[in-house]
Each structure stands twice: as C-alpha cells, then as structure tokens.
C-alpha cells in the first residue's frame, strides 16, 4: 500500500542503504541489506515514528511494504496513516 507512512519507511531504507527509489517491494537482502543497516532503519523507524519495532521484524517482513504494515501496526489508532 503506498501511503505517508509507506513512503516514509521507504525513505528510511532508502537513507539507511544509500540507495534510490526502492521498490515496496524490493527484499531487504536482495537490497544489499546486511545488520548494521538493520539497526539504522530500525533506530530511525523508532525515532519518527515512537514505535517498538525490532530487527527481527525488519528480517521477519523485509520489504517496505511489510515493514510499513508491521510498524502500522504497532502504532495508536489516532496515529495510524
């Protein structure tokens, strides 16, 4: 789903792998992803958007998409994008 929220954790993968315009659906790994990339997604998702989210969710849903729908997730309802 592209939405403000989608279009904000691209851009944070985006950022955090030194890369252009990812797909939503573009696999971390076959991204170049490896763990320290992890955590600075990870750390900054945290950061914007005030949310608990893991590195093992990041490998558990690792597309942008799936990472989106799972940090969603974890946000309030008012809050939710």
Known sequence: MEDD???SIR???EDA???DRIGFADS???LGGH???AMRIVARTR???GVRVSVRELF???TVA???DAVRRLLPATQVK
């Open 17 to 19: 792998l030194k890369l």
């Open 28 to 30: 971390f790994a076959d």
């Open 5 to 7: 929220l989608s279009n």
């Open 66 to 68: 799936g990472f989106a």
């Open 47 to 49: 950061a914007q958007f």
């Open 35 to 37: 763990s320290l990339a």
């Open 11 to 13: 851009a944070i993968w």
């Open 60 to 62: 558990d849903q690792p």
